[in-house]
């Protein structure tokens, strides 16, 4: 890649060398990334991929339409209606 290059992902954090992109990012060999998923989930705290600041890291979200999010709230709500009633949620 060359140095203005930014590095996107948004599929799964095992498709980069997470290592080899953190080397090329703290030498500015490249511009940037933008992830969504990292190698290990959730993230160690100590991960240097975390402190840099050329790195864009946002939640990852299967889908971004109405119906996914209703039916994400609905298995929220379900799951707090099975703790109130004692039930373990799944």
Known sequence: M???AYLIDT??????DQDALTTMLQKR????AGLDVLRDEPPDPED???RLDNVVL???????TDQCFAGIGA????????????RKPF
């Open 29 to 32: 060999k490249i511009a940037g």
């Open 11 to 16: 599929a799964r954090g095992a498709v980069v």
């Open 48 to 50: 240097p991929i975390l």
């Open 2 to 4: 060359k140095p203005t």
């Open 58 to 64: 946002s939640p990852h979200a299967l889908c971004w």
């Open 75 to 86: 298995a929220d709500v379900k799951a707090v209606l099975d703790v109130m009633q004692g």
